[in-house]
């Protein structure tokens, strides 16, 4: 008999997601960026992987893992906005979606389901990515940490995204690569699923995070997601 897993909405009508490491495979513009960061101050090449595992802990924590600094050194924010610049100077050169994530889009919009991205990038980065990736359809809500009192793990950013998509948090669902990601769907009432595929530290596991539903990769993301709006799971 088919069904829908417990708890996911019987009359979905939004998929949100979050930026980095969920909808968007960012970490090659990053991984270049901490090396040069790193040998602006003598320092050799890390292994990638390490550096590929912070990205969804945001440019603090590359910061510190690139150069070993503590947040309270005296030098941490000049060398954070630094980071930052030599960002903006690969930005969405990169950068793409995942395998697969264009054509869940697509499904969605022939089923008349909206999505959005709720996200900690900063505004200034997050909107010339996405012109840049020209998603389509494109995002029909897209909140970044400058558009809420609180981000995430808060749940006010994905309660922004309901406003503006005009639905409800139990008629949504969120996805994301980190274990806050997960815990702001889950207090703002939504389906959660993680993104086992996403950038997460050695030491972590999503399978720990408490989410409604875990993937390896993202083409069986859109394959969950799918199948669970037409009625296809076991």
């Excluded at 960026?33 to 990638?48: N, S």
């Excluded at 603090?60 to 930052?84: I, K, M, S, W, Y």
């Excluded at 900690?120 to 558009?147: H, I, M, W, Y």
């Excluded at 274990?179 to 595929?197: K, L, N, S």
């Amino acid at each position: 008999m088919s069904s829908t897993p417990s708890g996911f909405p019987p009359r979905l009508k939004a998929v949100l997601f979050d930026l980095d490491g969920t909808l968007v495979d960012t970490a090659d513009e990053f991984v270049p960026v901490v090396q040069r960061l790193r040998a602006e101050h003598g320092l050799g090449a890390m292994d990638a992987d390490r550096i590929r595992a912070s990205v969804s802990n945001g440019a603090r924590a590359l910061v510190a893992l690139g150069l070993g600094l503590n947040e309270n050194d005296p030098t941490f924010e000049n060398q954070r906005l630094r980071l930052l610049e030599l960002y903006s100077e690969v930005l969405g050169t990169l950068a793409s979606p995942y395998p697969g994530i264009p054509e869940l889009l697509q499904a969605l919009a022939q089923r008349g389901i909206a999505w959005g991205i709720a996200t900690n990038k900063p505004k200034p980065f997050t909107g010339p990515l996405l012109r840049e990736l020209n998603l389509q359809p494109a995002a029909g809500s897209v909140v970044c940490p400058e558009d809420v009192n609180d981000r995430k793990p808060h749940p006010e950013s994905l309660y922004r995204n309901c406003l503006e998509l005009n639905c409800k948090p139990s008629e949504a669902i969120y996805v994301g690569d980190h274990v806050r990601d997960i815990e702001a769907g889950r207090r703002a009432g939504m389906f959660t699923i993680a993104a086992a595929y996403g950038y997460i530290e050695a030491h972590d596991s999503a399978e720990r995070w408490g989410a409604d539903a875990c993937v390896a990769d993202s083409h069986a993301l859109g394959a969950f997601i799918l199948d669970a709006i037409d009625g296809r799971l076991p």
